[in-house]
């Protein structure tokens, strides 16, 4: 009786350090929920392209039976779906590499240099990020068609590139002020000028902010529908996000060929983001702790 007795706290003990390792259920079962939340419309997109028509209407929550693989065929050899594939590639590469050169630029001035006007420089970048681009497409629209940019990629790419700088410069200059002081110093003294510390120092040890910043502005870019839309007129100017909605329209009773559309447009943004979706999180980490 004494043994069971003397055994029976370890028991608890063990019990309890279970309960702390893998946390509280109802915890799970909210992620879960929220989980579910997420990917049930994108699996829903993706496995709808798989069915036709009347499978929809029959069923349209059920799986594809029999699994029909013509709709996406159909879609990838298609020349308009390619050609808006490179429209939304040649975006997102300029947009992404605008917003990291010049942002990291801004940044390193604004991190490592004192000069007045510093801290309201920096509160400027800070207020962009309550403006968000609907509020200002009315004077945007004005802007580009007075610098003849319309139904071009540059009236895109542009105005992507100057609302991508407040999100960069917010996550970069905690990563340039984190560089110790003596670091600079040495280069100095080893006869470095301060361009050459910006490339051989600044960039490589600022890599986790600037591959989180490119990330973020690449996806955006992607994602980007209202300022195409007002922008681009010719559909051969098409990004993805413009090429589904006319897609949509023109196959407007062909629901499942639509599905397989969205579905294909929406799958490398998926990819590329849960690819380097660690390192997202560790830009962010990495800009807090700065």
């Not at 069915?51 to 709709?71: C, E, K, L, V, Y």
């Not at 510093?118 to 968000?132: E, H, I, K, T, W």
């Not at 301060?194 to 994602?223: C, D, E, K, Q």
Request: charged content about 10%; aromatic content about 12%.
């Amino acid at each position: 009786m004494t043994a069971l007795v003397a055994q029976a706290p370890p028991r608890e003990a063990r019990r309890n350090r279970e309960r702390q390792k893998w946390g509280n259920p109802s915890t799970y079962f909210i992620a879960f929920v929220f989980i579910a939340l997420c990917l049930g419309p994108v699996i829903y997109i993706i496995l709808g392209g798989f069915r036709d028509n009347s499978q929809i209407t029959t069923s349209p929550a059920g799986f594809p039976s029999p699994w029909r693989f013509d709709n996406y065929a159909e879609v990838l050899a298609s020349s308009t779906f390619w050609q808006q594939v490179g429209n939304s590639v040649i975006a997102g590469i300029a947009t992404t590499v605008g917003v990291v050169v010049l942002g990291l630029m801004v940044s390193f001035v604004l991190a490592r240099y004192h000069f007045s006007g510093r801290g309201v420089m920096y509160s400027l970048f800070a207020a962009g990020l309550m403006f968000p681009m609907t509020v200002a497409i009315t004077p945007l629209y004005i802007l580009i068609k007075d610098l003849g940019l319309m139904n071009s990629l540059a009236g895109v790419i542009l105005p992507q590139i100057a609302f991508g700088l407040p999100v960069t410069v917010i996550i970069l200059v905690p990563f340039l002020k984190a560089i110790p002081d003596e670091i600079e110093e040495a280069a100095s003294i080893d006869g470095t000028s301060r361009l050459g510390f910006f490339f051989r120092m600044v960039v490589p040890l600022s890599l986790p902010g600037v591959v989180t910043t490119g990330i973020l502005a690449f996806v955006a870019s992607w994602n980007s529908y209202l300022l195409p839309l007002f922008i681009l007129g010719d559909q051969t100017m098409y990004t993805l996000p413009l090429g589904v909605q006319a897609f949509a329209s023109q196959y407007s009773v062909d629901t499942a060929k639509v599905l397989a559309f969205t579905s294909l447009s929406m799958i490398p943004a998926l990819i590329f983001f849960t690819l380097f979706e660690r390192r997202i999180v560790g830009g962010l980490t990495g800009a807090v702790k700065g």
